[in-house]
């Protein structure tokens, strides 16, 4: 790729962000110039464009690396072209959460590399099981989302509650475990997956413009409604219903208190006793499958459920709230036995994650890549312009295996990746009194 | 290796005496081999015994005498923590959330075990007495057996898209205008639970019913009837003391399996409502392991002290 293309994908850019009139628009117009404008200066000095013609390519190609995480992130198209490009053989474990942070506390040598999230790295990271990264070894540091690095996507973004990602990923020193306040030299992820969810619709059956959390508990749903059945998730999106109710206002929806757990789940309790769910899911296809029956038509819900409701035909929203979105995200770090070759054939691994083709797979299924101006390299404008400036699309937009997810014309739901990243309510988290309120959860569920 | 070590310790605890070998030429371990060679061709019941015994040993009182010892154990986030505290216990027993739970398991168990009976012998004493060619008999027995073929979630998933709002049934009610909006009760509910009890644990009636059924002796159906009983009292007075190991084993298998379900309960209810084993579930997949076991401990003990109270009216082996 030449350096001209570089400077069209600024020009193309810079006339996204003139499009949009109002000041938020504007304002995270800067922050974009100013990523647009490290890629370019980055063309100029690396090889990071043009492949991985790299000093550790020969040696790295009989590396063997065993990464963990949680289904999202753990995609075998992913670990193919980690081989194609750079030789190394990832061997992927997919756990469901909890596994996984318990694998990362307590049997630190089955990982070389773990893709967790950021509230588990919270809770594991002072375990001292990883190690972590120098980002001067790491290319392409400098084009990590600054949400990831200060928190804020736009200079004059607030901070959401919860685990916000860039308050876990640095710590003070090579091998301290402490995180740091400030951006340091030592990251403890590189943040790879992330999104911003909200409460998906059935246009169709709910008749009306549904504008904020509080939406679902309208007695006009009854029976009609669903929340999910993960503790650690469903308490925070009940706390966004209920603060949007004016019932509750948190100090910190990712840390409550005992008495505001207690009020929550009274709440959910009293509308649980009033018949306002029709029924709770755990997994994934649980709740694709109570939106397309027509069982529900508002409730809890990811992103790619969305897309599986509306790949059956079904009007599905994923709608944007006034309150904001629950956010969550991930990334990848290093188990603390690494070293030698292993440790830069890691190295070489997350570089290679930051720079650009995973991004641009992740963006096609609707997550968000770190590092968004790579990815943008490797995607088309029609592709960039849906999924990231939220413009329609001009032809039909396809999943990263081909199949037609949205038709020529469509706008997605919630707008551009500024617009949702940047109206974050709170991050996934864990709490101090998590035992708490799992109790108390338990108690809501059989009630 | 556990088996030598436990006819090791059995054969020194008998015979102690021939642990100190009289002369010094004598290999000490040729001579525990001899004795012990010798002692078994005596006592074959022992060899016999020992396979099963193993088995037990090992999938049954192991695990469960770990889970004992868990149960007592404390936890915090991600680590199990070896310990003597009764918190779990102690917790479980004083939360409205178990007895809440029980309540609706008891219920569960009860109003599965009342419907899969009277299914049950309805349909064994139809097979068994109604039925003469021992050919369609048999046939007609393997049909019942044949759900059985596939996955019982399948079996049981297959209700969802039947009793939904737009379901099959809802839908077909609607255009025959015999209500006028979707039962709501049909699915996400108690009703659908115990439905899908019912529907894969009545054969675990059936057969056990049948079995018995098969064995009473028809002439005392006979000398019932020349007796002057009606159909009815032939039935109450005669085959169902005779069936009655039958019931109780049908019993002990539908009781069992509802008391210690969560999926189907998980799925039923829409996520609604909690037995106990579902409660269990949640604390397992929560990596609270101790607390599960604790909740394990005491499911068990309800279970078996239920299943003391059917051993006290019905002998079973006395009746096998």
């Given amino acids: 790729m030449s350096f001209d293309d570089k400077k069209d994908l ?38 990071a464009i043009t492949g991985f013609p790299m000093i550790w390519a020969q040696n790295i190609k009989n590396v063997k690396l065993r990464q963990f995480g949680t289904g999202v992130s753990n995609l075998n198209a992913i670990a193919e072209k980690a081989k194609e490009d750079l030789g190394i053989t990832l061997e992927l474990t997919a756990l469901d959460s909890d596994a996984v942070a318990q694998r990362v506390a307590t049997q630190p040598r089955s990982f070389d590399i773990a893709d967790i999230e950021y509230w588990i790295c919270k809770k594991t990271f002072p375990a001292g099981t990883m190690q972590a990264m120098d980002t001067k070894r790491l290319k392409n540091f400098d084009k990590i989302s600054p949400l990831f690095i200060d928190g804020k996507l736009t200079p004059d973004s607030t901070i959401a509650q919860g685990t916000a990602p860039h308050t876990v990923g640095f710590v003070e020193g090579k091998d301290s475990t402490k995180f740091a306040a400030e951006p340091t030299q030592w990251m403890t992820l590189v943040p790879t997956i992330y999104n911003a969810d909200t409460l998906g619709i059935r246009p169709d059956l709910v008749g009306r413009p549904i504008t904020n959390w509080r939406d679902i508990m309208d007695p006009a749903f009854r029976g009609k409604t669903s929340i999910l059945n993960i ?47 029709r029924a709770f899911w755990k997994s994934f296809d649980e709740s694709v499958n109570l939106m397309s029956s027509g069982e529900v038509v508002i409730q809890s819900m990811w992103s790619p459920a969305v897309a599986a409701v509306r790949a059956k035909g079904i009007a599905c929203k994923y709608q944007p709230l006034e309150e904001g979105y629950r956010a969550w995200g991930g990334g990848i770090g290093l188990a603390k036995h690494l070293s030698g070759l292993e440790l830069d054939a890691a190295y070489e691994y997350i570089d290679w994650y930051l720079s650009g083709w995973v991004g641009a797979y992740l963006n096609r299924q609707g997550y968000y890549s770190a590092a968004p101006s790579t990815s943008q390299q490797y995607m088309s404008a029609d592709e960039w312009g849906f999924w990231i400036e939220g413009k329609a699309a001009l032809g039909d937009i396809l999943s ?25 309510a709170c991050w996934n988290s864990v709490m101090d009194e998590n035992k708490y309120m799992i109790r108390k959860w338990n108690e809501f569920i059989a009630s | 290796m556990d088996a030598d070590a436990e006819l090791t310790g059995m054969y020194s605890q008998r015979v102690p005496e021939s642990d100190t070998p009289p ?30 015994a193993l088995v037990i040993l090992l999938f049954l009182l192991f695990p469960v005498l770990t889970i004992l010892i868990v149960s007592f154990w404390d936890y915090d986030a991600y680590r199990l923590i070896p310990d003597l505290i009764l918190e779990n216990y102690e917790f479980l027993l004083t939360s409205p959330v178990t007895l809440k739970a029980y309540l609706k398991t008891f219920f569960y168990a009860a109003t599965t075990w009342a419907i899969t009976l009277v299914l049950g012998f309805t349909v064994a004493y139809y097979l068994a007495f109604h039925i003469r060619s021992s050919l369609l008999q048999g046939m007609l027995f393997v049909l019942c057996t044949l759900p059985f073929l596939t996955s019982n979630i399948i079996r049981m998933i297959s209700w969802i898209p039947l009793l939904g709002r737009n379901g099959l049934v809802n839908s077909t009610l609607l255009e025959l205008k015999l209500i006028d909006a979707p039962i709501e009760w049909l699915l996400y509910s108690d009703f659908a639970v115990v439905l899908a009890f019912v529907h894969l644990y009545t054969l675990f009636m059936v057969v056990p019913i049948f079995n018995s059924m098969m064995r009473i002796d028809r002439n005392l159906i006979e000398a019932s ?56 579930r949640n604390e397992i997949s929560l990596l609270q392991y101790p607390a599960a076991a604790a909740g394990a401990v005491v499911l068990l003990t309800t279970v078996l002290i239920m299943l003391g109270i059917l051993f006290r009216f019905i002998n079973i082996k006395k009746e096998l």
């Fill in chain 1, 231 to 277: 503790p650690a998730i469903g308490i925070m999106d009940a706390a966004m219903i209920c603060e949007s109710m004016g019932e509750i206002h948190y100090a910190d929806k990712g840390n409550m208190t005992r008495e505001e757990i207690d009020k929550t789940i009274a709440i959910l309790m009293k509308a649980k006793a009033d018949g306002q769910f």
């Fill in chain 1, 400 to 424: 990263p295996d081909g199949k037609v997810m949205e038709k020529a014309g469509a706008v997605r739901d919630g707008g551009s990746y500024w617009d949702r990243m940047g109206a974050v």
């Fill in chain 2, 225 to 280: 009837i020349d007796a002057g009983a009606s159909g009815l009292q032939t039935i109450f007075q005669v085959v169902v003391p005779l069936c009655r190991s039958g019931i109780a084993i049908g019993s002990i298998f539908v009781v069992t399996l509802v008391m210690g379900d969560f999926i189907t309960v998980g799925i039923m209810s829409g996520g609604l409502s909690a037995s106990v084993g579902v409660l269990i």
């Fill in chain 2, 23 to 52: 002369g010094p030429a004598r290999h000490p371990h040729l001579t525990r081999r001899d004795t012990l060679i010798r002692y078994l061709t005596a006592n074959p019941s022992y060899l016999q015994v020992t396979p099963l």
């Fill in chain 1, 10 to 47: 600024k020009d193309n850019t810079s006339a996204a962000a003139d499009e949009s009139k109002d000041g938020k628009s504007v304002l995270s117009r800067r922050g974009f110039i100013k990523a647009a404008g490290v890629v370019g200066g980055a063309a100029l000095g690396s090889g």
